[in-house]
């Protein structure tokens, strides 16, 4: 009687969590767009950490279901997408589209309903907002911890006067002022500074401008399409022997199709990252090599480096804190999140009160001896030499930039 | 900002090249939208299936601007297909169904874009030639040979456009066809069949300006947006239906923004290059060319 007791118990449980249904992770992530190419990649890390959860069993004995759908990277369709998310899908969880552009619209909903989210690579979208359940996944925190390397090596090498080159959205706007604001403290004297539209064809003519401006640094912030355009544009007009560091803020450098079709095109050039080959986390290189197998059948980023390590890393600060705490209620993981060092495959996270990395962890690097058509070039640590921070620096700034690139 | 003849020289310069390209890439459109009344919201779209079209015959070793013009006659045919299944559905019942026949047009971009985020992914593709990323140098000036043999090819194709419109049969009965098909249709010819062959032409020249498209610079899916606007623009511009016209607003929309570009600040390039296309069509409502 009792062992009967026992499995109608048993059974019941098991029952009372099937009808619980699985936990709903939900989020809008660009598919297609400009961020199209980084945010499929990052989808397949996503949809590996919700098959590694559920294989351990899940978290509070129920599996775990992504939903995502595609913002394409357009702004002005998350906010809808969210309140879709929690209105009629009825998810537990948050996170944020990747990129700044596509989340700012969605602070006001999350701080509106008090809901915990978890950013994605987006960039001081929660400086005016304020919000205490905001925790994002880059290795960024405020404007200067992106481009401090960047003007610290240009400083190394003598310069004097910089041009900026920016693109005219939010994420590149935020960024370009935390830039300006640097190089003005490092007392270096603006020569050219151009913001473009979004849908600017070709770079030739601001390239050229560039030259005559005669910079010591130019600094770039720009997103993927418009990189490579630069980047070419560089190549064929050329930035002048003034030059002596070009990069910075390059959205899409970081994507291993671009940097293939870029091939030499690339050296000398420093730029900004969130992870190169030769930087030690536990359990990144094995993400790595069973993403790589993943991303070949999603048609998306085959190395991966950029995006995808960070968005696993969100599925993983969300299984610590819900394992930790035994709940899905956002204040009791939001505070969770605020007082513990996270363990991840992109090492150890603590958030400062805003929500952003208590300490930044951005890497500039520059590309050297990259040759044309080989995708596996990139696996190499030493084809992106690491110049700052100090503790993960694997070489000195090589310049002038047309020089070396010879 | 820097000011010198120098750079004023070279942002006219460059202003040429872009508005050849503006232009080669906008004279479909001139056809099906301006000579045909077409809601051609879907060219671009086509275009850019005609540079993944030119990415993958580069993967078999061909030319970009041969790839090209290896593919107008299928793009022809996709044309055809396309007008004849428009006007049984839309154009036959009358205007008023011909201007719901947006929706349609809207709906093939979409069904392109997707198509090819399915087929090839959302990364960028790009092409290569001996003359993309090098540049020729005249002193202290370097251009871009991809701009200028995208010039080159843009110039041809109008020329060949403009020639055949002016001076075969089936030319000129497309621009009949546009100024007074029940005229045509008491001459003799068919104007659906009329307009049929040109909607192919139209689509066919998609092929080449989408080869020029992934010359210039690396193309995915979502493209097509970028260059609507540019395109109504060059087309309204120009005066409906007009090749020279479309050569003219490429050329005053390309020198305006390279001009304002280099001296004034890239944010207001489109402004003024749009601002521009608000005056001509205040005092010239039918466009620079039209009539």
């Known amino acids: ?406 | 900002m820097v000011f010198s003849f120098e750079l004023l020289q070279e942002a006219v310069l460059f202003g040429v090249l872009l508005g050849c390209f503006y232009a080669a890439v906008s004279i479909g459109l001139s056809v099906s939208f301006g000579l045909l009344d077409v809601p051609h919201v879907a060219h671009p779209a086509i275009m850019v299936f005609g540079s993944y079209c030119t990415y993958l015959l580069g993967l078999y070793g061909f030319d970009p601007i041969v790839a090209g013009i290896v593919l107008m006659p299928a793009f022809f045919l996709l044309g055809v297909g396309v007008y004849r299944f428009y006007y049984e559905a839309f154009e036959k019942r009358g205007s008023e169904a011909g201007v719901r026949g947006i929706a349609f047009f809207f709906g093939l971009a979409l069904i392109v874009e997707v198509g090819l985020i399915l087929a090839f992914g959302v990364d960028q593709r790009t092409v290569e030639a001996d003359y993309i990323g090098k540049s020729l140098s005249l002193g202290e000036m370097r251009i871009p040979l991809r701009m200028l043999v995208a010039f080159g090819v843009a110039l041809v194709l109008m020329l060949a456009l403009m020639l055949y419109l002016s001076k075969t049969f089936t030319g000129r009965a497309i621009k009949a066809v546009a100024q007074d098909e029940p005229a045509l249709r008491l001459m003799g010819a068919d104007p659906v069949r009329i307009k049929q062959w040109a909607f192919g032409i139209a689509t066919g020249v998609s092929a080449l300006a989408g080869a020029l498209l992934i010359i210039i610079g690396p193309v995915e899916p979502g493209m097509d947006r970028v260059y609507i606007g540019r395109t109504f623009a060059v087309v309204v511009l120009a005066g409906l239906g007009s090749m020279t016209g479309t050569l003219a607003a490429g050329l005053i929309l390309g020198i305006s923004e390279s001009i304002v570009l280099m001296h004034f600040g890239a944010s207001w390039a489109p402004a003024v290059a749009f601002g521009l296309l608000l005056i001509v069509l205040g005092i010239r409502p039918q466009g620079l060319f039209g009539r």
């Open chain 1, 1 to 406: 009687m009792k062992i009967l007791s026992l499995v109608a118990g048993l059974l019941f449980s098991a029952l009372a969590l099937a009808q619980q249904g699985p936990i709903k992770v939900g989020m809008s992530m660009p598919q297609t767009g400009t961020l199209g190419a980084g945010g499929k990649a990052a989808l397949v890390a996503l949809n590996m950490w919700v098959e590694d959860v559920n294989g351990r069993g899940g978290l509070l004995g129920r599996k775990v279901e992504l939903i995502a759908y595609d913002d394409q990277t357009n702004p002005a369709l998350t906010p809808a997408i969210y309140t879709k998310l929690l209105d009629i899908d009825k998810v537990d969880l948050l996170i944020a589209p990747y990129g700044t552009v596509p989340t700012a619209p969605i602070m006001p909903l999350v701080k509106q309903r008090d809901l915990l989210l978890m950013g994605n690579f987006s960039f001081q979208v929660n400086r005016t907002v304020k919000h205490d359940k905001w925790f994002n996944n880059s290795p960024w925190n405020d404007a200067s911890s992106w481009s401090d390397g960047f003007i610290k090596n240009g400083q190394k090498l003598g310069a004097k006067s910089i041009a900026f080159l920016a693109a005219d959205q939010e994420f590149a706007q935020n960024l370009a002022n935390g830039a300006r604001v640097l190089a003005k403290k490092a007392g270096l004297k603006t020569v050219y500074d151009q913001n473009y539209p979004p849908a600017t064809v070709d770079f030739s003519t601001m390239i050229r401008g560039i030259r005559a401006a005669k910079p010591d640094m130019v600094f770039v912030m720009s997103y993927p399409n418009d990189s490579v355009a630069i980047v070419r544009a560089v190549n064929e007009i050329g930035v002048g022997e003034s030059v002596k560091m070009f990069g910075g803020g390059m959205v899409g450098l970081q994507f291993t199709p671009i940097m293939a079709s870029l091939g030499s095109m690339l050296n000398g050039i420093v730029n900004y990252n969130s992870y190169v080959p030769g930087m030690k986390y536990p359990g990144i290189e094995e993400f790595l090599s069973r993403y790589a197998k993943k991303a070949v059948a999603a048609k998306v980023d085959p190395l991966g480096f950029y995006l995808p390590p960070f968005n696993y890393a969100i599925g993983q600060m969300y299984e610590q804190a819900i394992k930790a705490t035994k709940s899905l209620n956002h204040k009791v993981l939001a505070d969770y999140l605020h007082k513990n060092e996270m363990k991840t495959i992109v090492g150890p996270i603590r958030y400062g009160p805003d929500g952003e990395w208590k300490n930044a962890r951005v890497v500039q690097a520059q590309f050297r001896g990259i040759v044309d058509k080989d995708v596996d070039q990139f696996r190499q640590p030493g084809k992106q030499v690491v110049l700052y921070p100090d503790r993960y620096k694997t070489g000195n700034v090589m310049a002038p930039f047309e020089k070396i690139r010879k």
